[in-house]
């Protein structure tokens, strides 16, 4: 049992030492936006591939270089580096694919270098494992957005808002019934270069599919409860307006 324990502290840890260094790359990527950072914490795909698809293929390419002599320390890095790759060109094989299995093959080399420095440090090992991986897990629970001169007006269908500055998202709450056809439309006036994006989310978290027609945004609500239409803001200035009215 306590092998067993160990052996998956070990492998926790290199998922941990590859998801901290990661994010600590991508923290450089957004120029320190802490609302784009802890959207990107909270996407469940990098924690799946690495905590899924990363420890299982570990335990197989353990199980290998224990059948196979020929795969020593440095020999089972390429093991690694092929599983990361090979994961990204399973859906074809395009530019986009080709630059994301090289960045998979990456973190799968650090993956398997966090496993071999767990054995060497124990406070390596429990701070990648465990204090690290939680310490995102909380980050990406906070909102980070920003709203500076945010004056805003809700009615039974509509919602303005005018700003000096938003960056990061403003929901605004519908209550539906199941079946219930949902038309929106949004209107966005910058007074600046800064972007905008929107989406629909359920009471779940997960995103609705929305049906373009024309200049108008349309969604069927699957059950009853609270949907949320998602504003974004990208070092916004200006004005938002949204209009939705119910089929």
Not at 13 to 18: I, L, R, S
Not at 91 to 110: M, Q, R, W, Y
Not at 113 to 132: E, I, P
Not at 191 to 205: A, I, L, Q, R, W
Request: hydrophobic share 45%.
């Amino acid at each position: 049992m306590k092998e067993a324990v160990g052996y998956i502290i070990k492998k926790l840890t290199g998922a941990g030492f590859a998801l901290t260094l990661g994010f600590a790359f991508f923290l450089f990527l957004v120029r320190f936006d802490l609302f784009e950072y802890s959207e990107g914490l909270s996407n469940p795909f990098y924690w799946g591939i690495l905590y899924g698809y990363g420890i299982f293929a570990s335990i197989i390419i353990d199980f290998i270089t224990n059948k196979v002599t020929f795969f020593n320390k440095k020999r089972t890095i390429i093991l690694y580096a092929v599983a990361g790759f090979t994961f990204f060109i399973l859906n074809g094989i395009n530019p986009f694919t080709l630059i994301a299995g090289l960045i998979g093959a990456v973190c799968a080399a650090i993956f398997y270098l966090g496993t071999y420095l767990s054995d060497k440090n124990t406070y390596f090992k429990y701070s990648f494992a465990f204090v690290l991986p939680l310490s995102l897990l909380l980050l990406s629970s906070f909102d980070f957005s920003e709203k500076e001169g945010w004056q805003a007006t809700t009615e039974a269908e509509s919602f303005h808002a005018s700003f000096d500055y938003f960056n990061g998202k403003h929901e605004i709450p519908l209550q539906v019934k199941e079946g219930d056809q949902i038309t929106f439309k949004l209107d966005v006036s910058p007074t600046n270069g800064g972007g905008h994006g929107f989406h629909v989310k359920n009471d779940k978290g997960d995103l609705v599919g929305l049906e373009d027609s024309g200049n108008k945004m349309t969604f069927v609500a699957e059950y009853s409860g609270i949907y949320h239409i998602v504003i974004k803001g990208d070092d916004l200035k200006g004005e938002v307006a949204v209009f939705w009215e119910y089929n």
